[in-house]
C-alpha cells in the first residue's frame, strides 16, 4: 500500500495534465499519482500516461462519480485529491499529507476563499456562492468552515474508506464537508494561493445548475443529518399557522359561548396534528441516526484496524534491500505498471 496517494480527476484537461502530474511528481516524488479519465475527447489520458501517471478511466459522467471509483480501488496511508486544471498549487502537498500522516487529521481542506480566489477567479458569481454555501453549513453544523467547496484536500485512510458517495457531480465537495462535520472528524484548513484557469481552458463548474444542485444537497444532507432540527423547524411553521387558526375562533368562543366557524376550527385541527407527526418524525429519526452515528464508529475502527494490517502485510513482503518480494508481475502491480505505459 502507497503512502500517499495522489487522485486527479480529469475531463478534458489536456492543456493542463502534464504540468500538473509534473508539478505532483516534483513536490511529493515517492507519491503514487493517480489520472482518472472520464470520457475525455482530447487526449487527456495519453498526454497523462507520458508523463507517468497512472491512468484509468471512468466511464460514469461526473465528478463524484470518478471520486467514487478512485476512494474504491485506491489504498493509501494518505491521498491528496486535486483537479487538473492547474488551479491548485502542489507546493502544499508536503504540508497537507504532514497533517494527515503525522497530526492524524481526516481531512485537510485547501483554503481559497482567505486568499487569492476573490481576485484570480474570472467567474463573478462563485465567490459569492461559495460564501453562501460556507455560512449555510456553519449555521446548520455550528463550525467555522472558510471553503466547503475547494477542490484540494487531503484525507486519512479511515476516511476514506468509511465516507459513502451519493454525490455525482460537482456537489460532492459539499457532501465530503458535511460528512465530516456530522461524523465528528478531525479536519484541518490550509490557507493556498488560488490561481484562475489559464486561458482557452474551458471551466466545467455551471454556475446556476451546480449552484441549484449544491443547494439541494445541503437540504438534503441537513434532513439526513439533523432531523429533528430539520422536522422540527416544519413543525413549528405548521403549529404557528394553527394557532393563527385557532385564536380567533377561541376568542369568539370566549366571547359568546358558541363556534360559529367550525371549519377553521376543524383546519386548525388537522394542522396542529400535522405538526405534532412533523415533530415525532423528527424526534424518531433523530434516534435512529444516533445509532447509525455508533455504527460509524464501528467502521470507522475496522478502518484502522484493516490499514494497520495492510501495512503489516507489505513490511512483511518487503526484502532487507527494501524490495518487494513479491513478482512484480502480480496482483495490481502488474496493472499500475500497464497503466503507465
Same mark, same amino acid.
Given at each position: 500500500?502507497?503512502?500517499?496517494?495522489? %487522485?486527479?480527476?480529469? /475531463?478534458?484537461? *489536456?492543456? @493542463?495534465?502534464?504540468?500538473?502530474?509534473?508539478?505532483?511528481?516534483? &513536490?511529493l516524488p515517492e507519491a503514487a499519482i493517480y489520472v482518472y479519465d472520464n470520457n475525455s475527447t482530447d487526449g487527456t489520458a495519453g498526454i497523462a500516461q507520458a508523463h507517468g501517471a497512472i491512468v484509468r478511466r471512468e466511464y460514469m459522467q461526473g465528478k463524484g462519480n470518478v471520486i467514487r471509483r478512485m476512494f474504491r480501488e485506491i489504498d493509501a496511508d494518505c491521498y491528496i485529491l486535486t483537479d487538473g486544471d492547474d488551479t491548485y498549487p502542489a507546493e502544499c502537498g508536503r504540508e497537507m499529507a504532514s497533517l494527515v500522516l503525522d497530526r492524524q487529521a481526516d481531512m485537510v481542506a485547501a483554503d481559497r %476563499?482567505?486568499?487569492?480566489?476573490?481576485?484570480?477567479?474570472?467567474?463573478? /458569481? #462563485?465567490? *459569492? +456562492?461559495?460564501?453562501?454555501?460556507?455560512?449555510?453549513?456553519? @449555521?446548520m453544523f455550528h463550525?467555522?468552515? #472558510?471553503? *466547503?467547496m475547494t477542490g484540494l484536500? *487531503?484525507?486519512?485512510?479511515? $476516511?476514506?474508506? @468509511? $465516507?459513502?458517495? =451519493?454525490?455525482r457531480g460537482f456537489e460532492i465537495e459539499v457532501e465530503m464537508t458535511i460528512h465530516a462535520l456530522d461524523k465528528n472528524l478531525r479536519m484541518e484548513s490550509l490557507v493556498i494561493d488560488y490561481r484562475d484557469r489559464p486561458e482557452g481552458s474551458d471551466p466545467k463548474l455551471k454556475t446556476i445548475p451546480d449552484g441549484i444542485?449544491?443547494?439541494?444537497?445541503?437540504?438534503?444532507? %441537513?434532513?439526513?443529518?439533523?432531523? %429533528?432540527s430539520f422536522f422540527g423547524f416544519?413543525? +413549528?411553521? =405548521?403549529?404557528?399557522?394553527?394557532?393563527?387558526?385557532?385564536?380567533?375562533? /377561541?376568542?369568539?368562543? =370566549?366571547?359568546t359561548g358558541l363556534v360559529p366557524r367550525f371549519p377553521t376550527l376543524i383546519a386548525s385541527g388537522f394542522v396542529s396534528m400535522a405538526a405534532l407527526l412533523s415533530f415525532f418524525c423528527g424526534l424518531l429519526l433523530d434516534t435512529l441516526r444516533q445509532k447509525e452515528r &455508533?455504527?460509524?464508529?464501528? #467502521? =470507522?475502527?475496522d478502518a484502522e484496524r484493516q490499514r494497520r494490517l495492510d501495512t503489516r502485510e507489505g513490511q512483511d513482503r518487503t526484502g532487507p534491500a527494501g524490495e518487494a518480494a513479491e513478482s512484480p508481475l502480480s496482483g495490481r502491480g502488474m496493472q499500475d505498471r500497464e497503466e503507465r505505459g
Open positions: 500500500m502507497n503512502e500517499i496517494a495522489v %487522485l486527479i480527476p480529469c /475531463f478534458n484537461e *489536456a492543456q @493542463t495534465i502534464a504540468k500538473v502530474v509534473e508539478d505532483w511528481k516534483r &513536490q %476563499l482567505s486568499s487569492t480566489y476573490r481576485t484570480e477567479n474570472s467567474r463573478p /458569481f #462563485h465567490y *459569492a +456562492g461559495n460564501r453562501i454555501v460556507c455560512a449555510m453549513i456553519n @449555521t463550525s467555522r468552515i #472558510h471553503d *466547503a484536500r *487531503a484525507f486519512s485512510y479511515p $476516511f476514506v474508506k @468509511t $465516507f459513502p458517495v =451519493l454525490s444542485r449544491v443547494i439541494r444537497m445541503i437540504t438534503r444532507l %441537513l434532513r439526513t443529518c439533523r432531523p %429533528l416544519f413543525a +413549528g411553521l =405548521l403549529m404557528l399557522a394553527a394557532l393563527i387558526l385557532f385564536v380567533p375562533v /377561541f376568542r369568539e368562543y =370566549l366571547q &455508533q455504527d460509524f464508529e464501528y #467502521h =470507522l475502527i
